[in-house]
């Protein structure tokens, strides 16, 4: 081979190996093993190639290189959350009305005049959640007045968690006869208070998107995650949420515009016959089944109606708890748990020991989820058996005079694994960044300290809960969840620096750039 020959294929293959991309003069926070912070990196085919100085990586692009110069932008990976009910949050929410953020009462009505005046005349204006009155000035919530004010010509309806909901006489007048279970509120009128299963049968009443409106709603609700720097999410399944439901993301993911990641969990929806609910559910549906864009995680949350939210079940309730955790257990399935009490969790990690006698699950990633006041000897029984953790920041809402941080430091101490997420939306804010502050300073929606902060991990801990250790519960933490070779270009770009900001401001953080796969899901200025 004479040498101009070969210069030319030398030249021909550094072309073909240059990087698609790269990032530059950045504050890149990888989150791997030694927390290591660069200044630039290198994507190729939706990896990233290569990670070191600006001069370094400048020198590896080619001529077709794209390059992003960051200004000193902090760059983090894509944040991951472990448990959020996104698929559902997902089917309405072109429809509804949002009030993540709002600071006051004025605030919330401009948002329900300014869709008043965006829909059609007459069409339903729905809050669904994710918001509490603690977060505005005034600390209350609504009227029914203020409602009609902003919005005289439409039925608007308001739910609050699961507790209690309010509507206009426009609306009352739509719903007909409320649902059994649900009682005037004196304090407001048009307002109702119930337990879950009322609030949930009187929302039902509510008109279901079309499925036109879930496809669109999908994709605005998972751009609206990428403007906060999530890549990524571990849907839990839940209540109301049937095979039916996971159309719209389904398509989204066929036609190849999935902008974020979504590892999700079915939940038995027919009481007293879960076990043949699960079994139809997935009889075409192995674990693992999809790709890394969507992809089936095992059951959950929750797994029987009689197990939900029961600190005392019955050893027949166990006993039917038990055969679908061992069928679980034998097609290799992750399972995940909705326990919020740890003085009864024994009755729930007794039965998974009582599993793993015979099928060992140590391996099939199982974890329970809203156990905030795990204690020590909960977590070593937990990492005993490998069972994860995912905690959510169920308290910035509002806080009882006993609330503490949940034992993180001890977690890490002791090795289970750990996710943080949100359990959005209906009774919580999606916003990843609240929730990070949450985690760091311990405070409310309103300001109020809980105690135990001893256990609140430092800003890098943080991160990485919401991050490598998300991904942990999809197996998928050697492919995503940190910044290093080999790995998914999954990144964001944030406003700020988030661990130099004060932490009081976290909150605030948004991304300028969100990347999953080395591909631009969401940018504003100056990208």
């Given at each position: 081979m004479n040498r101009l020959l070969l210069a030319v294929l030398t030249a021909a293959a550094l072309r073909a190996q240059a990087p698609d991309a790269i990032l530059i003069n950045g504050k890149i926070l990888t989150v791997d093993a030694r927390n290591s912070v660069q200044q630039a990196l290198a994507i190729r085919e939706g990896k990233i190639s290569a990670l070191g100085t600006t001069a370094a990586i400048r020198a590896t692009a080619g001529t077709a290189t794209r390059i992003i110069d960051l200004g000193g932008r902090t760059v983090i990976p894509g944040l991951i959350d472990s448990h959020m009910h996104a698929i559902r949050a997902a089917l309405s929410f072109s429809t509804e009305v949002n009030w993540v953020g709002a600071r006051s009462i004025a605030q919330a009505m401009q948002r329900i005049a300014e869709a008043a005046r965006s829909k059609p005349a007459g069409s339903w204006l729905i809050v669904a959640g994710g918001w509490t009155a603690a977060q505005f000035t005034e600390r209350r919530a609504p009227t029914q007045a203020e409602l009609v004010a902003a919005a005289p010509n439409n039925p608007v309806y308001v739910q609050l968690g699961y507790s209690w909901a309010i509507l206009t006489p426009a609306g009352h007048a739509k719903i007909g006869a409320l649902p059994d279970g649900l009682t005037p509120d004196p304090k407001n009128p048009g307002a109702v208070n119930g337990g879950q299963s009322a609030i949930v049968a009187l929302f039902d009443r509510l008109p279901k998107p079309t499925p036109e409106q879930q496809l669109e709603g999908t994709k605005l609700f998972f751009r609206e995650l990428n403007r906060l720097g999530m890549t990524g999410v571990g849907d839990p399944g839940g209540n109301n949420l049937f095979p039916s439901d996971y159309q719209a993301v389904q398509t989204v993911w066929r036609e190849g515009s999935l902008s974020l990641r979504v590892a999700f969990s079915l939940g038995a929806q027919i009481n007293d016959d879960e076990f043949n609910d699960f079994q139809n559910q997935t009889r075409m549906l192995p674990m693992g089944f999809g790709d890394d864009f969507l992809r089936f995680n095992g059951i959950g949350e929750r797994i029987t109606a009689a197990m939900n939210n029961n600190d005392r079940p019955t050893a027949l309730q166990k006993e039917k708890y038990l055969q679908i955790a061992r069928w679980a257990a034998a097609r290799g399935m992750a399972m995940t748990m909705h326990w919020p009490n740890n003085n009864s969790v024994g009755e729930l990690l007794g039965i998974f020991e009582t599993v793993n006698k015979d099928i060992p699950i140590t391996g099939l990633r199982w974890s329970i989820a809203h156990l905030g006041d795990a204690s020590e000897p909960t977590m070593q029984r937990m990492k005993a058996?490998?069972?994860?953790?995912?905690?959510?920041?169920?308290?910035?809402?509002?806080?009882?005079?006993?609330?503490?941080?949940?034992?993180?430091?001890?977690?890490?101490?002791?090795?289970?694994?750990?996710?943080?997420?949100?359990?959005?939306?209906?009774?919580?804010?999606?916003?990843?960044?609240?929730?990070?502050?949450?985690?760091?300073?311990?405070?409310?929606?309103?300001?109020?300290?809980?105690?135990?902060?001893?256990?609140?991990?430092?800003r890098e801990d943080a991160l990485r809960l919401y991050t490598l250790g998300s991904a942990w519960f999809s197996k998928d933490e050697t492919k995503r969840g940190s910044l290093e070779v080999g790995k998914y270009a999954d990144l964001a770009v944030l406003t700020k620096d988030y661990m130099t900001v004060p932490v009081s401001e976290i909150g605030l953080l948004e991304s300028v750039l969100t990347m999953m796969g080395g591909k631009t899901v969401y940018s504003t200025a100056p990208f």
């Amino acid at each position: 081979m004479n040498r101009l020959l070969l210069a030319v294929l030398t030249a021909a293959a550094l072309r073909a190996q240059a990087p698609d991309a790269i990032l530059i003069n950045g504050k890149i926070l990888t989150v791997d093993a030694r927390n290591s912070v660069q200044q630039a990196l290198a994507i190729r085919e939706g990896k990233i190639s290569a990670l070191g100085t600006t001069a370094a990586i400048r020198a590896t692009a080619g001529t077709a290189t794209r390059i992003i110069d960051l200004g000193g932008r902090t760059v983090i990976p894509g944040l991951i959350d472990s448990h959020m009910h996104a698929i559902r949050a997902a089917l309405s929410f072109s429809t509804e009305v949002n009030w993540v953020g709002a600071r006051s009462i004025a605030q919330a009505m401009q948002r329900i005049a300014e869709a008043a005046r965006s829909k059609p005349a007459g069409s339903w204006l729905i809050v669904a959640g994710g918001w509490t009155a603690a977060q505005f000035t005034e600390r209350r919530a609504p009227t029914q007045a203020e409602l009609v004010a902003a919005a005289p010509n439409n039925p608007v309806y308001v739910q609050l968690g699961y507790s209690w909901a309010i509507l206009t006489p426009a609306g009352h007048a739509k719903i007909g006869a409320l649902p059994d279970g649900l009682t005037p509120d004196p304090k407001n009128p048009g307002a109702v208070n119930g337990g879950q299963s009322a609030i949930v049968a009187l929302f039902d009443r509510l008109p279901k998107p079309t499925p036109e409106q879930q496809l669109e709603g999908t994709k605005l609700f998972f751009r609206e995650l990428n403007r906060l720097g999530m890549t990524g999410v571990g849907d839990p399944g839940g209540n109301n949420l049937f095979p039916s439901d996971y159309q719209a993301v389904q398509t989204v993911w066929r036609e190849g515009s999935l902008s974020l990641r979504v590892a999700f969990s079915l939940g038995a929806q027919i009481n007293d016959d879960e076990f043949n609910d699960f079994q139809n559910q997935t009889r075409m549906l192995p674990m693992g089944f999809g790709d890394d864009f969507l992809r089936f995680n095992g059951i959950g949350e929750r797994i029987t109606a009689a197990m939900n939210n029961n600190d005392r079940p019955t050893a027949l309730q166990k006993e039917k708890y038990l055969q679908i955790a061992r069928w679980a257990a034998a097609r290799g399935m992750a399972m995940t748990m909705h326990w919020p009490n740890n003085n009864s969790v024994g009755e729930l990690l007794g039965i998974f020991e009582t599993v793993n006698k015979d099928i060992p699950i140590t391996g099939l990633r199982w974890s329970i989820a809203h156990l905030g006041d795990a204690s020590e000897p909960t977590m070593q029984r937990m990492k005993a058996l490998g069972v994860g953790w995912t905690v959510q920041n169920g308290s910035y809402f509002g806080a009882g005079p006993n609330t503490k941080m949940p034992a993180l430091n001890t977690a890490i101490k002791v090795g289970v694994h750990v996710g943080a997420g949100t359990d959005a939306h209906r009774v919580m804010s999606y916003n990843p960044f609240t929730a990070l502050q949450w985690l760091l300073d311990g405070k409310t929606v309103a300001g109020a300290p809980i105690g135990g902060m001893t256990e609140a991990p430092s800003r890098e801990d943080a991160l990485r809960l919401y991050t490598l250790g998300s991904a942990w519960f999809s197996k998928d933490e050697t492919k995503r969840g940190s910044l290093e070779v080999g790995k998914y270009a999954d990144l964001a770009v944030l406003t700020k620096d988030y661990m130099t900001v004060p932490v009081s401001e976290i909150g605030l953080l948004e991304s300028v750039l969100t990347m999953m796969g080395g591909k631009t899901v969401y940018s504003t200025a100056p990208f």
